[in-house]
Each structure stands twice: as structure tokens, then as C-alpha cells.
């Protein structure tokens, strides 16, 4: 009983809030509309301001007021987490105000609006990239405010995740047994991240789909690309000698080696 009585409070409470909105949107008073605007943002009924704002925008359009109200605007999408729309009103905000006092933060808070929409590393990562160009762009634009570093801490977020979207790529090739995709993919990899704290990995994945393309080609093009493993392996091993994957990489060139050892032999016999 107790939880009806709750219930029908709540509904006749939302109906008078509602009404009592609906008023004011329906008020020929702009005045009075933008007072009631600005009372809503001060509260965090961010909606409420919203749908004031959009609709008092031909009304505000060309006074001293508009800037700071469309700046408002632009707030009670972020706030709402609309980040899509967010960054659309950021942007229309920069155009139309290029001289505005709130421009560092505004451009920021658009970069900060891509990247909130990045989805999971699996997905389409145009969000990513665009927060990523954004914030650089930023960090040209403004490289003493005091916003660049969180900006560049993002940049190198947004670069890990585009890195890790690469390497799953590369893996399915590999898993699916597609070794030459694997290797040309892997070798892309190191060139596009050539400062990752991933190298070595990614260079042993290169020498394990080299390995497994060598085992499955031609006998004619085998010596060739087991040389390769083997070129790749030394490789490495110079640069990379206390690497977690020395040992792995280590036994990769000696079952190179003990392939073309064989293939050489089976070649002497022939020959004989």
C-alpha cells in the first residue's frame, strides 16, 4: 500500500513538474523563458535548459548574450553525456565565436567529446583516430595551457588503442592460418609503432608467421624464406637479447636452420 501512495506522489509530482515546464515553453515572455533557462542550468536540470536555449536561439542571435547562452547550449549536451551532439555544438561554438574567451576550453572539450565516444578496441576506431588528430591539434594550438598534458596523456591512450586494434588484425591472419597476411601485417605493425614497448613481440609474431609461410610454400621458394626466419631471428637477437622472447625466438632459428640443413642434404643426394 505504502509503495502505491509513493508511486501515485511521484506521478502527480512529475505531471505538475511537467506542466508547470510546459508554461514556460509556452510563454510569449523570452525574458522571462531566459531567466527561467539560466535557473535550470544553475540547478543541473540540464533538459530543461536545453530545450530553452534551442528554442530561444533566433530570439538571442546577434545580442551580447548569445555567446555565453549558446556556450550553455553546448554544456547541457556534454552534461547529459550526448557526447555526439556535444562535439557538433563545440565545433558550431569555435566557428561562430573565434575570438571568444572560452575557446581553449571549448576546443578541448570537443577533442574530450571524440573521445568519449571510442568504443571497445574490436570496433570501427574512427572516434579514436579523430580524438587523437583533435587533441593533437590542440596541443599545437596551445602547448602552455595547462590542459596539455592531460590532453597528451590522451593522445598516447588513443595511440594504444589504435596500436592493440592493429596487432588483433595481424593475430587473425595468423590464427587463421593466412601466414604471409600475418608476416606483411606484423611488419606494417613495427613500422607504423616504431617506438612501442611492444617491438620484440611483435617482431617474434613476424618470425613465427614467416616460419609457418616457409613450412607451407614450395620447395623452390623454402630455402629462401627459412633464410628469412633465420635473417629476422639474428635480428632479434641484437637488438632485443634480454627480451622475455629470446629463448622462443632462439628456438625458431634453430628449427630454420635444421630445415635448410635438410633441405640442402636432400639436395646432395639428388645431386649424387
Not at 627459412?226 to 625466438?249: G, H, I, P, Q, W
Request: glycine share 2%; charged share 25%; hydrophobic share 30%.
Amino acid at each position: 500500500m505504502k509503495l502505491i501512495v509513493r508511486l501515485l506522489i511521484a506521478v502527480v509530482f512529475f505531471s505538475s513538474c511537467t506542466g508547470r515546464f510546459g508554461k514556460i515553453m509556452k510563454s510569449t515572455d523570452n525574458e522571462y523563458k531566459y531567466k527561467m533557462a539560466e535557473k535550470f542550468y544553475a540547478e543541473k536540470k540540464w533538459s530543461h535548459a536545453q530545450e530553452l536555449y534551442d528554442n530561444l536561439m533566433s530570439y538571442m542571435r546577434g545580442t551580447p548574450r548569445y555567446e555565453n547562452m549558446y556556450y550553455k547550449y553546448a554544456y547541457t549536451a556534454y552534461y547529459q553525456k550526448d557526447y555526439m551532439n556535444a562535439e557538433q555544438l563545440f565545433k558550431t561554438f569555435s566557428d561562430n565565436f573565434p575570438t571568444s574567451q572560452y575557446l581553449e576550453e571549448v576546443y578541448y572539450n570537443r577533442a574530450y567529446c571524440f573521445y568519449m565516444q571510442s568504443p571497445r578496441v574490436e570496433l570501427d576506431q574512427t572516434p579514436t583516430q579523430k580524438a587523437m588528430a583533435t587533441f593533437q591539434e590542440f596541443v599545437n594550438s596551445y602547448p602552455n595551457s595547462t590542459r596539455t598534458k592531460q590532453a597528451n596523456d590522451i593522445v598516447n591512450a588513443c595511440k594504444a588503442k589504435l596500436e592493440k586494434k592493429e596487432f588483433l588484425g595481424c593475430q587473425l591472419y595468423y590464427n587463421l592460418g593466412f601466414y604471409k597476411a600475418a608476416y606483411t601485417t606484423f611488419e606494417l605493425l613495427m613500422d607504423d609503432y616504431p617506438d612501442s614497448d611492444h617491438t620484440d613481440e611483435y617482431l617474434l609474431k613476424s618470425i613465427q608467421s614467416m616460419y609457418e609461410y616457409s613450412k607451407m610454400s614450395l620447395p623452390m621458394h623454402q630455402s629462401e624464406r627459412y633464410n628469412k626466419v633465420v635473417s629476422e631471428c639474428d635480428d632479434f637477437l641484437s637488438r632485443f637479447k634480454n627480451s622475455n622472447f629470446a629463448t622462443s625466438v632462439t628456438d625458431y632459428k634453430n628449427l630454420a636452420v635444421t630445415a635448410l640443413n635438410k633441405i640442402k642434404n636432400e639436395q646432395n643426394q639428388k645431386a649424387n
